[in-house]
């Protein structure tokens, strides 16, 4: 089966160092998100691609959050500098939109971050 | 922004029961999916399902969307359905489906 791919699995870093967070998105998926999970919050987008061109960036804090792809098998998130409030789980996900009849989104396994 | 309601919030079944999850949102959509996060936290997709009835196994779901809510159907659930079940839905124009945006989930608890 085709597989979203992240990395790392898990990440434990200190308060003030930058993170990089790697997303491998199916071959032909056009559209990646990033999406961070915390038990207050649930479930938040942080940044959209479409075709490569960042379409939603509304939800991450532009101040120490970056998105970009680099090509379209890379999509990568950094944090920089890093806080505890950071402290999540990071998942990308991709999906077709060209598809008529079936547009759901597979996500990948995440990445735990803990941020000391 | 639209917003997505799920009830009920937790569902305790013994195995080998039915159940039935709801999704209520409060604006048009044409984007509309179920997804499973298991005990491990890995989020699978259950249904692409904006509008009509799809079964998968012991799994199926309908969406009425002039009424704004989906089903999602569990029958003779199994420990492994375990997990948390998230609706999500987006509206799209433009050529673009838009970005999901999540409820908060019903967390089911099956029993052996």
């Known amino acids: 089966d085709a597989r979203v791919t992240q990395t790392p699995r898990d990440k434990v870093t200190e308060m003030g160092q930058e993170v990089t967070m790697r997303c491998q998105p199916i071959l032909g998926h056009n559209t990646v998100f990033w999406y961070r999970q915390t038990m207050m919050q649930g479930l938040e987008l942080l940044a959209y691609f479409r075709n490569r061109a960042p379409l939603d960036d509304s939800g991450m804090p532009k101040d120490r959050f970056s998105a970009e792809m680099p090509d379209a098998t890379l999509a990568t998130l950094k944090i920089q500098p890093s806080e505890p409030r950071d402290s999540a789980v990071y998942f990308c996900?991709?999906?077709?939109?060209?598809?008529?009849?079936?547009?759901?989104?597979?996500f990948g396994s995440g990445t735990r971050l803990t941020v000391v | 922004g639209i917003q997505v309601e799920q009830s009920p919030p937790d569902l305790i079944l013994q195995e080998g029961a039915n159940s039935t999850l709801r999704c209520n949102f409060s604006?048009?959509?044409?984007?509309l999916q179920w997804f499973h996060q298991n005990p491990w936290g890995q989020l699978i997709n259950l249904f692409y399902?904006?509008?009509g009835t799809k079964q998968n196994g012991r799994l199926s779901a309908t969406t009425v969307a002039t009424e704004r809510y989906s089903l999602l159907y569990i029958s003779s659930s199994q420990t492994t359905d375990s997990g948390v079940y998230f609706c999500?839905?987006?509206?799209?124009?433009?050529?673009?489906?838009?970005?999901?945006?999540f409820g908060k989930g019903t967390k089911l608890s099956v029993k052996p």
């Open positions: 399902i904006p509008s």
């Open positions: 996900a991709s999906a077709n939109d060209r598809s008529q009849t079936n547009y759901g989104y597979t």
């Open positions: 999500a839905v987006s509206l799209f124009y433009g050529g673009s489906q838009g970005n999901l945006i």
């Open positions: 604006d048009s959509v044409n984007n």
